[in-house]
């Protein structure tokens, strides 16, 4: 399974961007997705996840009531839209895919190649 994720760029603080990633493969069974962020020095850390079904949504704290993480299995994608954006949000994020339905998901089993976002104050 391969993850390509795009959408990152450059966006005032309290401006939006919508993240996208679409797995390819035909082993791929819309498992649970998620995205993942590593700003510059630090280690990554989830941000977001969402079952096969798309009933089950989780958020870290620091992204609650901003971002938004939904799917369209049709297409074997995953998004994430991000809205009042801050300059700490600054920071590469990847999309993750995993072969289990729902959570908890220890270890996600496979991992896309990054896209930047950078929030300016």
């Known amino acids: 399974v391969q993850l390509q994720a795009s959408g990152g760029g450059l966006v005032q603080a309290g401006g939006s961007l919508r993240l996208s990633c679409t797995a390819s493969?035909?082993?791929?069974?819309?498992?649970?997705m998620g995205w993942f962020r590593q700003a510059p020095g630090q280690e990554r850390e989830f941000v977001a996840a969402?079952?096969?079904?798309?009933?089950?949504?989780r958020y870290a704290d620091s992204v609650k009531g901003r971002f938004t993480i939904s799917r369209e299995n049709a297409k074997n994608s995953v998004y994430l839209q991000m809205n009042s954006l801050k300059p700490e949000d600054t920071a590469v994020y990847y999309c993750?895919?995993?072969?289990?339905?729902?959570?908890?998901?220890?270890?996600?089993?496979?991992w896309g190649q990054g896209t930047l976002v950078t929030v300016s104050s």
């Open positions: 969402i079952s096969r079904s798309g009933l089950d949504r």
């Open positions: 993750a895919a995993d072969r289990n339905y729902g959570f908890p998901v220890d270890e996600f089993d496979y």
């Open positions: 493969g035909r082993t791929f069974n819309h498992g649970v």
